[in-house]
């Protein structure tokens, strides 16, 4: 997995709450059997008219955001579905870091499969940064996942929490697989013993 | 001992590893799968040369992808990808000898109806699936939730899950649901109660006296939507309708084995005193047949309301009823019974069971559905199919209009043909109404299998109440 340590870069803002997987990437996009090439189709039904012509009011297709790495959302992004397909398109088009009030359980976790950052932080924190957000191209926005803090335009600095293990998991760029296998005589221990008391699984 | 909640009691039953900063490894017992979220997952244990763990305790089925039109056989009726995908579904369980039912087989359907069909899901085990709706196997007391695509390689290469605890959430309805009250009803009036978000960092148990008087079926479909309000499971405590439903089952445990799971699964309960962190307490006797008018599942209301404003809103939530109302073309202050609409569709893993098929034969029984409008009906899987065949309710629905379909996911993400055209409305029993969902520009309103054959019968939105 790529590491993330520092990310340095322009927010886009998309003011929204319940920002759903299925505006993230619709299902006519699942059918693949890759994970790249899907930035894309980033919120293709937003982003593209009926003639796949691009429309120039939504946020990526404005100039000042089309290579943004930075999202600024609102409330419960990523509810829906457990599609990976969602961080995968982020990730492609080249987002590596999301800001939102809250995230929805499973899109949660797959960011930090992918070495994306989701940070969660209390409505006022995230105004903030939304506004800041508004300011385009000229207002870069700091993250340091290390020392924990959001760096504003402004140089106003907000910190944020995450759980210890995946910080630790992207800072390295860490194989979950790899670390579990680390504890394969756990698992056959606890195999055995399940064997004996729960045989019927 | 402390007291525990059911949550607990079989979070603690899996508990593999526990790091020092809370990090858990939970062992899986069983691990579903499909076609759309797992290649990429079986192609990355081959480029790192792994195995799958334990073939046994996977269980594959296609259904997403699938056309449901009788001449399914026939490969032209899919487009390539998606038939790469159904074909690399094909390919992975024979590579890796996990137990597969393939579209030819009768028993084929909707993941989490087979899951349950053949004994699968049992009461105490741990499931989990590449498919947020993984939640409905929590009807039997198990632990399931869905997960994404990097997880199902983990689970594939580990048979286990890195995982942090829940919160425990306690959702009681109690006393009795009025006539014409169903389970769908139950779930979406839960989740209108507590936004979509509501559940975010908890496992959600529902109890009550209004959930034990519930079939099997019912509590799948409560379960079902606990994702929908944002949790990562719900629960419902084994009792003895569960323990009668697996009874019997192709790989649920028999004889000695079936004693020695019996008295486990009795244990599987919440203690009197165990801790909850958050309560709902919602009256049966309160709960209406409902809709929902917007773009998220959230947006509930009884039939017998009116479309809302966005002024009726408050915080973030106006712009979003704003842009809802306008992607759904509907004005404040019309009679949601006034509603038209252009398709029903029946059918998903929130209301494709034999229970359902039958509420919505009950309604059907002697009526013609509205000239002009397309309807259709989708089992959940080949032996609901079968059934519904054997009880006389296909005969009920091809003669009131309704198309009679092959199991599969269908129109409640339209990933096969069976999608909605821009400005197209629905009445669904699916779980989820998001712009798009159905289809590009589609327009979906939520509701319960009977309210959806009521629907079908006036062309608009209908209270059953008035069909009864």
């Given at each position: ?10 927010a886009?803002p998309?003011p ?54 930075i999202l600024v959302a609102g409330d419960?992004f ?19 870091c999301v800001i939102a009030p809250s995230f ?14 989701p940070i969660a932080l209390p409505q006022e924190q995230v105004d903030l940064l939304m506004d800041d957000a508004q ?6 926005i700091e993250i340091?996942?290390?020392?924990q803090t959001i760096t504003t335009s402004d140089g106003e600095t907000i910190s944020f929490d995450v ?39 | ?315 973030g ?152």
């Open positions: 997995m790529e590491k993330f340590e520092k990310l340095s870069g322009v886009a998309m929204m709450i319940n920002i759903d997987t299925d505006m993230i990437i619709p299902k006519q996009f699942l059918k693949t059997i890759k994970r790249s090439g899907l930035g894309v189709n980033l919120f293709d039904e937003m982003r593209y008219d009926d003639n796949g012509e691009e429309i120039p009011d939504f946020v990526l297709n404005q100039p000042a955001y089309r290579d943004a790495q419960n990523g509810c829906g579905s457990s599609r990976e397909h969602a961080p995968w398109a982020i990730k492609d088009f080249g987002i590596r929805a359980d499973i899109f949660h976790n797959n960011c930090f499969k992918n070495g994306i950052l300011k385009g191209a000229n207002a870069r340091d996942l290390e020392s759980d210890p293990f995946k910080k630790h998991c992207l800072l390295e760029g860490l194989d979950d697989i790899g670390l579990t296998y680390e504890k394969s005589a756990a698992i056959d221990s606890f195999e055995t013993r399940s064997a004996a008391e729960r045989p019927w699984v | 001992m402390s007291p525990k909640t059911l949550y607990d009691k079989i979070w603690d039953a899996h508990l593999v590893h526990e790091a020092e900063d809370g990090t858990c490894l939970l062992y899986i017992d069983r691990h579903l799968v499909h076609e759309v979220t797992s290649p990429q997952a079986f192609e990355g244990l081959r480029m790192a040369g792994r195995k799958v763990r334990a073939p046994d305790k996977t269980i594959a089925v296609p259904d997403h992808n699938v056309p449901t039109t009788l001449d399914r056989a026939n490969a032209a009726t899919m487009t390539e990808d998606s038939r790469i995908q159904v074909e690399a579904l094909d390919r992975n369980a024979k590579e890796t000898g996990i137990h597969y039912y393939p579209v030819s087989d009768v028993r084929q359907g909707i993941v989490h109806i087979v899951g349950p069909e053949q004994g699968w899901t049992l009461p105490g085990m741990t499931v989990v699936c590449g498919d947020s709706h993984t939640a409905t196997h929590g009807a039997f007391g198990a632990l399931a939730h869905g997960i994404g695509t990097s997880e199902v390689e983990h689970v594939l290469a580990t048979q286990t899950l890195i995982q942090q605890k829940s919160k425990n959430m306690k959702v009681e309805i109690t006393g009795k649901l009025s006539p014409g009250v169903t389970a769908k009803d139950i779930t979406l009036t839960v989740i209108g109660e507590t936004g979509t978000a509501g559940g975010t960092g908890y496992v959600i148990e529902y109890c009550g006296e209004a959930i034990r008087d519930l079939s099997m079926e019912g509590r799948m479909t409560v379960c079902n939507m606990a994702i929908e309000g944002g949790a990562r499971a719900g629960l419902i405590a084994p009792d003895e309708k569960t323990f009668e439903y697996c009874k019997g089952r192709p790989h649920a445990p028999k004889g000695a084995a079936w004693e020695a799971a019996l008295a486990w699964w009795k244990t599987l309960y919440s203690d009197d005193d165990a801790h909850w962190d958050k309560v709902i307490t919602i009256r049966g006797e309160d709960i209406a047949p409902v809709v929902t008018w917007g773009t998220s599942p959230e947006d509930v209301l009884p039939i017998t309301a009116s479309v809302p404003a966005a002024s009726d809103f408050t915080g939530k106006v712009g979003a009823a704003q842009r809802s109302l306008d992607y759904m073309g509907l004005t404040p202050g019309t009679p949601l019974s006034e509603v038209e609409i252009d398709t029903v569709f029946i059918g998903s893993c929130t209301n494709g069971r034999i229970e359902d098929l039958r509420a919505a034969a009950a309604i059907l029984k002697g009526k013609k559905i509205k000239e002009g409008l397309r309807a259709m009906i989708v089992p959940g899987s080949g032996l609901v199919r079968a059934q519904a065949e054997e009880e006389g309710l296909a005969d009920i629905f091809i003669e009131a209009g309704f198309e009679w379909r092959l199991a599969g996911c269908s129109m409640c993400l339209a990933m096969n043909p069976d999608q909605l055209s821009p400005g197209e409305r629905c009445a669904a029993t699916s779980n989820r109404n998001f712009e798009g969902r159905q289809g590009r520009g589609g327009r979906t309103h939520l509701m319960s299998p009977a309210m959806a054959a009521a629907a079908a019968v006036t062309g608009r939105l209908t209270d059953v109440r008035d069909m009864m």
